[in-house]
């Protein structure tokens, strides 16, 4: 049975990353009462990031997971409410738009959806097998696991990168395993990568089974994407995927309008989607720049349209 209440909501936040942060400071200081449903794993990819150098006004840097505490405190401040659950489904076909909990239904007149991204995997039954026994897609969550042993990154982006010059410190070796002959990376990343002496690049390889016992990874067999060859055993001890991301739109997709790779689209120089009242900001609807100021900024303005469209409904009135 759902259990619902009378109570509409001015507007519901779905997802706590640095958008849904940004936008629920900006809707409670404009005093929409917001109400956040950050889901069970709050805070988004931040809370997988190590030091985060490029966020303005933080000139030492800071952590993923300091810097998402922090939003958090300062919406907190402003009374924003937190419901730490995952939505199992929307309703936009009526209004006020009904939000599911599980069991339990909230209705709302707005919605600004912020549930960002999640990591892909390549999709291999042996990667299937051996995860969290060596592969992950989180080497701030598992690298200290990795002390003293070889393990590889795939990817050629900022993200693998990143992924491998944090995991120096504790690994012995670290290889980069990329399927092109370039880096997709920005140039100050790339250099860090190439100048690092635990760091070893494999060009133009790719990952075509993940080998281990009944323990753990052992290696991984590699394909030569230029011969085709894939005799080739790399003997690593983890495996950490850093080959992009899925925007987290599976609850959506009946509703709203989403490019060709799942993305939802917003209005050009907005955040309105082609439903009047509902919003997207952050990575969920970022193909692009994927940074957390670029995510927090588009937050701002999801809060921002949001309560002028709020404003403008006559028959709508704000608590």
Known sequence: MVESSDQVENVIIIG???????AAIYAARANLNPLMIEGEEAGGQLMLTTDV????GFPEGITGP?????????????NTRFLTKNVTRVDFEQRPFRIFVGAREFKTHSVIIATGASAKYLGLDSEKRYMNRGVSACATC??????????AVVGGGDTAMEEAQFLTRFASQVYVIHRRDTFRA?????????R?????????REVVEVLGNDKHVTGVRLRDTLSGADKEILNVEGLFLAIGHKPNTDLFKNYLDL????????????????IPGVFAAGDVQDPVYRQAITAAGSGCMAAIDCERWLEAQEDLKKK
């Open 196 to 204: 690092n002496p635990k760091i070893t690049v494999l060009w133009n």
């Open 66 to 78: 300091e810097l998402i505490a922090q939003l958090r405190k300062q919406a907190e401040r402003f």
């Open 16 to 22: 706590s990353g640095p958008a849904g942060l940004t």
């Open 259 to 274: 490019n060709e790779v799942g993305y939802i689209k917003t209005r050009p120089g907005s955040t309105y989607t082609n």
């Open 186 to 194: 920005s140039k100050i990343m790339a250099d860090r990568t190439l």
């Open 142 to 151: 598992d690298g200290a696991f990795f002390k003293n042993v070889p393990v």
């Open 53 to 56: 150098e490029n966020y303005p």
